[in-house]
């Protein structure tokens, strides 16, 4: 399975699970094959099933909401809000002190709890973390048509969300249009 955008924020990258053409995470295939290209940014997942998936698209739902809130300057609805908090508090995170020759001292984060629990925290993290970010109002829904997938743009110009699928869809679009005959 392939996912047409990764690499934005974590919070950006699970909301756009969710595409035009269906949701990629909704069974637990889906959910373990995004999982994998999200390696290094989650703590692994052995297994994915059913709580894993009713977890993330529960988290999915609540970010959608808040985010769409925030991106219109108003209160996110309570419900995502007590959502996500839910989420974050059944999975609270420490730091754990190691060390190694090699490194010396390292802080690891940890959170003890199940794997739905624990992924679902990280993922609330990652809303929070977005939600706060002073960026947040800079989010941007791809221009292109039919295409429902966010992204975080680095440059004020950016109008889609990968330039080489989109971009070049809408500009071969604007190129035949130009030169159609009538």
Known sequence: MTF?????????????????????????????????????????????????????LAVREAARAALDAALRGGRPPADALRTLNGALSAAPSHQELTWTEEVGITATPQRPAGPARRLAAELAEAVAELLTDPRVTSVRACEAEGCVLLFLPAHPRRRWCVASACGNRARVARYYARHKRP
Not at 14 to 23: F, H, I, K, S
């Open 4 to 56: 047409p955008l990764t690499g934005e924020p974590l919070a950006l990258d699970l909301l756009n699970t969710r595409t035009a053409e269906g949701d990629l995470v909704a069974g637990p295939a889906g959910l373990g094959a995004w999982l994998a290209e999200q390696a290094g940014r989650l703590t692994p997942v052995r297994e994915t099933g059913a709580a894993e998936v009713a977890a993330v």
